[in-house]
T-cell receptor, first 114, second 114 residues
Framework: AQSVTQLDSQVPVFEEAPVELRCNYSSSVSVYLFWYVQYPNQGLQLLLK??????LVESINGFEAEFNKSQTSFHLRKPSVHISDTAEYFC????????????FGAGTRLFVKA | DTEVTQTPKHLVMGMTNKKSLKCEQHMGHRAMYWYKQKAKKPPELMFVYSYEKLSINESVPSRFSPECPNSSLLNLHLHALQPEDSALYLC?????????????FGPGTRLTVL
C-alpha cells in the first residue's frame, strides 16, 4: 500500500519570497508522483507530475519538484511566490503498474501575504 | 474540448429528496471517477468507471448510486442523504492508453443536505 505525508498543513509566506512544500511518500512498489493545486471553490488542477526520466520536473508557472528516491520525497518549490499562488496543494501518488487509486496527502495550505 | 464539466455548481436538498449530479467530458477518456471532498481535506475516492463499467466502489452507502450511460457522461444519483453527506463532489476523467495518464478534474458540485 502507498501513503503520502505532507509535513506542513499551512505555510504562510510573503510575496516574492521562496517557498518549499514538503511531501514524503511510502510505497513497496515504484510510484508515479503528482502535485495538484486547488484554488478556493474550484476543482483540482494538475501542477506537475513525475512519471519517469529526469527527476526534476517543472510547471509552466514557475513551480518545480524533485523526485528523490532515496529519501522518498517529492518536495515542491518556487523561488518567488505571488499572491495568486494562495491555494491548497495536494501531493499524490499512484502505483507505476497502473491502477485507478490515487493516494492524496492531507494537503498544504499556501498563504501568500503582501 | 479539454475540460470536465459538472452540473449543477451548487445543490441544496432535503433528506427526503432525490437529485442527480452530472459530469461530462469529450476528451475520449474512458475512465471516470467520483470523489467526495470535505472542507480542508483531500478528495476521497467513491467510484471508478472504466469503459463504462463500474470498476471500483469504495464501500459507498447505497444512497449514492452512480451511472455511466456512455463514454462521455457520468451521473451520481442521490437519495435520502444525510447532513454529513454535505461536501464538494468532484468528477475526474482519465485517458486509458499509451501508458499512465493523470486525472483531469471538474470544478465540482457543492452539495448541502438540510
Amino acid at each position: 500500500a502507498q501513503s503520502v505525508t505532507q509535513l506542513d498543513s499551512q505555510v504562510p509566506v510573503f510575496e516574492e519570497a521562496p517557498v518549499e512544500l514538503r511531501c514524503n511518500y511510502s510505497s513497496s512498489v515504484s510510484v508515479y508522483l503528482f502535485w495538484y493545486v486547488q484554488y478556493p471553490n474550484q476543482g483540482l488542477q494538475l501542477l506537475l507530475k513525475y512519471l519517469s526520466g529526469s527527476t526534476l520536473v517543472e510547471s509552466i508557472n514557475g513551480f518545480e519538484a524533485e523526485f528523490n528516491k532515496s529519501q522518498t520525497s517529492f518536495h515542491l518549490r518556487k523561488p518567488s511566490v505571488h499572491i495568486s499562488d494562495t491555494a491548497e496543494y495536494f501531493c499524490a501518488v499512484n502505483r507505476n503498474t497502473g491502477g485507478f487509486k490515487t493516494i492524496f496527502g492531507a494537503g498544504t495550505r499556501l498563504f501568500v501575504k503582501a | 474540448d479539454t475540460e470536465v464539466t459538472q452540473t449543477p455548481k451548487h445543490l441544496v436538498m432535503g433528506m427526503t429528496n432525490k437529485k442527480s449530479l452530472k459530469c461530462e467530458q469529450h476528451m475520449g477518456h474512458r475512465a471516470m471517477y467520483w470523489y467526495k471532498q470535505k472542507a480542508k481535506k483531500p478528495p476521497e475516492l467513491m467510484f471508478v468507471y472504466s469503459y463504462e463499467k463500474l470498476s471500483i466502489n469504495e464501500s459507498v452507502p447505497s444512497r449514492f448510486s452512480p451511472e455511466c450511460p456512455n463514454s462521455s457522461l457520468l451521473n451520481l444519483h442521490l437519495h435520502a442523504l444525510q447532513p454529513e453527506d454535505s461536501a464538494l463532489y468532484l468528477c475526474a476523467s482519465q485517458f486509458l492508453a499509451g501508458g499512465f495518464n493523470e486525472q483531469f478534474f471538474g470544478p465540482g458540485t457543492r452539495l448541502t443536505v438540510l
